[in-house]
């Protein structure tokens, strides 16, 4: 039987809040009124109450199951055939069921009809629900994403017949005819180095395209469809690169020619399957043109990105709600945790990294949706990508150890949700492109796209239509948005590589203050201007570690935890 929270002080147990709804837990909900025309959130509302109930108890059982019972590869029959198939447990296809049936989460950015919504959902509507989703169960949410990436990249490049052919199998809801997404790119000697890639594509006489050559890091590796980078021509470099759609059967309906050849054992995301290719003359059509693959992918490893954005958001909301719960109903020392200072010192820290992914989430989406209408808007969204990429994976770490700690020696164990959530939180820092090379990226969008004037404007905008800092912080505020785009614009003039990183984690800090100050204006939020005011003086402004102890924030604190 549950307990009721409220009792737990009296009755001296371990706070546990297992079965809450984690949308109605979540204070800042009303967030979606920003990013969201009214009449979608209104018809969306109940869907996210019914997930956030789900993603709180089922969802989350489902999740630890499946966890502790990791895929494996049957490769022969007993009596000898060939099978090459993935054997899932029943929590996982279970869950599978949930995200790509019942929700549709890779299918609401392409048709109209899902959630009984008519036209196709923009991507902040996308996002809120994986937001939710991925509360519960991190490892799924990676094939969910690359299939709506590869639903996304095939319709931008894809050949017309292809894409009519293709695209239904993809984005279908009936999760028998489903055929899921992939993305084969990595190769032992080409990890993010992919002009390395020496999987070779050849052209029959009769036009067709086969690969040959192996693949080291396959997740979803026996999906319907995946995405494959092989040099097609012969030139060194990423010119010689092209873009495959690989089928997992043939039109004829026999197996294609390539091999499971082994899953991982990996750290986290333990519940789906990762594997290596061995692809042997595989049958695939050609997307886009020849030897502009790695350009046409990179569409897809964007789309990709951002998702990874949002998943390390998710899970530190989930690490924030989690602790917020532990230290509002646990008690010692005859004081509820979240009443001692150093406590609330530690959430306020967890809240500030956590609103902070959440909001350039939202806000890269929005970027997303203007660029796929308007060619104006792609340099923001071409380096609000890699930012949100960079550290919001990042602090996810970080952020999700605090919860393990706040919960105390339960945090350390199988049993809870908190070990999980750790694992997982490592993965967004490595996959789509390690910090060191995201951080890079943020230079090359500066100097290939433009696209830091695209960025102050979009900050002015925030500001301009945003609350205003307090007066005794506008002077400092304005010193350090100025003092970012000169580092970002002398690091990319002059090539300065070593500071990727500064400017990243600069740049981010910039954007998500003024966003928070446009959210707190825009859903009548003060306590978003609160946090912006604590990631202008905890992550912008330099701080003296031996003078400077910082301070607790009750009053946040206090907010945060009202809805717990």
């Known amino acids: 039987m549950k307990i009721n929270p409220l009792e737990v002080s009296s009755l001296n147990l371990v706070p546990d809040a297992h079965g809450i709804n984690l949308f109605d837990a979540d204070v800042s909900r009303g967030l979606l009124a920003c990013y969201l025309p009214p009449d979608l959130l209104a018809h969306l509302q109940p869907h996210l109450k019914r997930l956030g109930g789900l993603a709180g108890a089922l969802l989350d059982d489902l999740a630890s199951t499946a966890d502790k019972n990791p895929p494996t590869l049957s490769v022969r029959s007993r009596s000898g055939i060939d099978m090459n198939r993935i054997e899932k447990h029943p929590a996982y296809v279970e869950l599978e069921r949930y995200a790509y049936s019942e929700f549709g989460l890779a299918a609401m950015s392409h048709r109209g009809g899902v959630l009984g919504w008519p036209t196709p959902m923009p991507p902040a509507a996308k996002y809120a629900l994986t937001y939710l989703f991925v509360q519960a169960e991190f490892g799924l949410c990676c094939p969910v994403s690359m299939t709506d990436s590869l639903a996304r990249t095939l319709r931008k490049f894809g050949d017309p017949a292809l894409v009519e052919r293709v695209l239904p199998m993809v984005t279908t809801q009936d999760f028998d005819a489903l055929h899921q997404g992939a993305m084969f790119m990595t190769e032992q000697g080409a990890g993010s180095d992919v002009s390395a890639t ?212 339960c945090g350390y164990i199988e049993e809870w949700s908190d070990p999980r959530v750790l694992r997982d939180a490592h993965l967004g820092s490595i996959w789509e492109g390690t910090s060191n090379i995201v951080a890079l990226d943020v230079l090359r969008a500066i100097q290939r796209e433009n696209a830091l004037p695209a960025l102050r404007e979009h900050v002015q905008w925030l500001l301009d239509h945003g609350e205003p800092a307090p007066a005794h912080l506008a002077a400092l505020q304005q010193e350090r948005i100025e003092s970012a785009f000169v580092v970002a614009a002398k690091a990319a003039e002059s090539h300065d590589a070593e500071r990727a990183r500064q400017v990243a984690t600069a740049l981010y800090n910039v954007v998500t203050m003024a966003a928070m100050r446009w959210e707190s204006r ?21 701080r003296d570690p031996v003078t400077d102890a910082g301070s607790a924030d009750r009053e946040l604190c206090d907010w945060l935890a009202q809805a717990i």
């Open 522 to 542: 825009t859903a009548g939020m003060p306590m978003r201007a609160r946090l912006a005011d604590l990631v202008l003086m905890h992550r912008l402004v330099p």
């Open 198 to 409: 020496t999987t070779i594509a050849e052209q029959s006489a009769d036009g067709s395209w086969s690969l040959t050559g192996e693949k080291w890091f396959c997740s979803n590796p026996d999906a319907g469809f995946a995405m494959v980078l092989a040099r097609s021509e012969a030139v060194d470099g990423l010119k010689g690169i092209s873009l495959f759609l690989l089928p997992r059967t043939l039109p004829d309906g026999t197996p294609n020619n390539y091999r499971i050849l082994r899953l991982k054992d990996k750290l986290g995301t333990r519940s789906m399957a990762s594997g290596e290719i061995r692809m042997e003359g595989a049958f695939a059509w050609l997307v886009g043109q020849r030897g502009l693959g790695f350009k046409h992918m990179a569409d897809m490893i964007n789309n990709s990105r951002l998702s990874n954005g949002v998943r390390a958001a998710g899970l530190m909301r989930r690490s924030l709600t989690e602790a917020l719960f532990a230290s509002k109903y646990r008690r010692a020392f005859g004081k509820r945790l979240i009443d001692m200072p150093l406590m609330q010192r530690q959430l306020t820290k967890m809240a500030v990294w956590a609103e902070q992914a959440r909001t350039m989430a939202f806000q890269t989406a929005r970027a997303l949706e203007r660029a796929d209408s308007d060619p104006a808007g792609r340099p923001l969204v071409r380096v609000m990508t890699p930012l949100i990429k960079f550290r919001a994976c990042r602090d996810a770490r970080k952020v999700a150890g605090d919860a393990m700690e706040v919960r105390g020696g």
